[in-house]
């Protein structure tokens, strides 16, 4: 049997790899294959990456109509590649006994061209930021079966005609599979995860969260920072661009020879594995990531973000993040020197943090989506 995932997003395509293992799991055998509409991400060992693809300069982020980003990604080539993804999908036809769309009701819309059995996991949207518009339920009536993120999402869409759907927030079970590493920290040191995101963006907002890590160190708060580079970011141009900052990069600095960055008394160690290899050690997260940031929250992580958002698309979407999280995220100003005494206050605030890890477990849901989508694929398959 052979199953197609869509995803339309960097988070999103990282959401789909996960469920392919899942579904791997459930269904041994099956013949996965994943199109991305937006990123070039790396065929996995569960599921190969087929259709057309490319790297756009927004990296997807083109909510709220952002003109900026809009005409950057036409001038990318993205008409171009929606109409093959488009054609791609229509010669799709009768090649796939399922459908799996994940991320917005875009991916949902392109699936759809298949006309195969379709499930659609609906990250994007929820009753705490916006509800599904009627074109949306629409295109969601159309498809077998349909997963939002969070309950009163699912009861909203059951009461306006949506009968299969249910609860289940994938975004929980993204870094469960992680292998969790031990830093060896000092006893009296903790850990802030820093977590710049995958788009082109990255290198700068990295040069932001290291400054206001910094200056949190400088008030003698015993801390030690982990800055994540995603898969398909460049570790070096990390480098290059703090290296601008005045921090100095050591090849194997640390205990176990990882590569770090130093400035003064603040050391950040680069870390390209998974991040739920550090989730289980981090005290806090300081992250302008999307997917990642709310993974952090899902693990019970006090999650604190910077006001920095350069554009429209970038403040809406931070907006959206903090109605989403609601109070398991907190939000510091730009100014690099009062984000570093609230990211302190944080830090000392042992009970708030713990408040906020609750709070983030409550509003991500429980874990085990990835496990009952691949159900629903094996009841839609017959298999059950």
């Known amino acids: 049997m052979r199953v197609?995932?869509?995803?339309?997003?960097?988070?999103?395509?990282?959401?789909?790899?996960?469920?392919?293992?899942?579904?791997?799991?459930?269904?041994?055998?099956?013949a996965l294959e994943h199109l991305p509409l937006v990123g070039e991400p790396q065929s996995s060992p569960e599921a190969t990456v087929v259709g057309p693809r490319a790297a756009l300069p927004s990296g997807g982020l083109i909510a709220m109509f952002n003109l900026r980003n809009i005409v950057d990604d036409i001038g990318g080539g993205l008409i171009g590649l929606t109409i093959r993804q488009f054609r791609f999908l229509r010669k799709a036809r009768g090649r796939y006994d399922l459908a799996i769309a994940v991320g917005d009701t875009f991916a949902l819309f392109m699936t759809l061209q298949m006309r195969a059995r379709t499930i659609f996991v609906g990250t994007a949207k929820s009753v705490n930021v916006a509800r599904y518009g009627p074109a949306e339920l629409r295109a969601m009536r159309k498809a077998a079966y349909v997963i939002v993120r969070d309950r009163a999402t699912a009861e909203d869409c059951r009461a306006r005609g949506i009968e299969s759907v249910e609860a289940g927030n994938a975004i929980v079970d993204l870094h469960d599979r992680d292998t969790i590493v031990d830093l060896h920290l000092a006893g009296d040191e903790?850990?802030?995860?820093?977590l710049p995101g995958s788009r082109a963006g990255a290198y700068e907002e990295?040069?932001?969260?290291?400054?206001?890590?910094?200056?949190?160190?400088?008030?003698?708060?015993?801390?030690?920072?982990?800055?994540?580079?995603?898969?398909?970011?460049?570790?070096?141009?990390f480098i290059d661009r703090l290296a601008a900052d005045g921090w100095r990069y050591e090849e194997r600095g640390d205990r176990d020879g990882r590569a770090q960055l130093v400035r003064d008394?603040?050391?950040?160690?680069?870390?390209?594995?998974?991040?739920?290899?550090?989730?289980?050690?981090?005290?806090?997260?300081?992250?302008?990531?999307?997917?990642?940031?709310?993974?952090?929250?899902?693990?019970?992580?006090?999650?604190?973000?910077?006001d920095d958002g350069r554009t429209r698309a970038e403040r809406w979407?931070?907006?959206r993040q903090r109605a989403l999280l609601g109070d398991a995220m907190l939000m510091l100003p730009s100014d690099p020197n009062e984000a570093g005494e609230r990211l302190a206050a944080l830090l000392a605030d042992r009970e708030l943090r713990k408040k906020m890890g609750e709070v983030g477990r409550e509003r991500m849901g429980e874990p085990g989506a990835a496990r009952r989508i691949a159900e629903r694929a094996a009841a839609c398959l017959n298999l059950r």
């Not at 995932?5 to 392919?20: K, P």
């Not at 290291?210 to 982990?226: H, K, L, N």
């Open 4 to 30: 197609l995932l869509v995803s339309n997003g960097n988070g999103e395509a990282a959401i789909a790899q996960r469920l392919a293992v899942a579904l791997h799991e459930r269904i041994p055998g099956l």
């Open 190 to 194: 903790e850990l802030v995860l820093l």
């Open 206 to 237: 990295a040069s932001v969260l290291c400054a206001a890590f910094a200056a949190a160190r400088a008030r003698g708060v015993r801390i030690v920072g982990a800055l994540s580079v995603a898969p398909r970011l460049d570790a070096q141009r």
């Open 265 to 306: 008394d603040a050391r950040i160690l680069l870390w390209r594995g998974g991040v739920g290899g550090l989730l289980a050690h981090a005290a806090l997260v300081l992250g302008q990531a999307g997917t990642a940031n709310e993974a952090a929250a899902a693990a019970g992580i006090a999650v604190a973000a910077i």
């Open 317 to 319: 979407y931070r907006m």
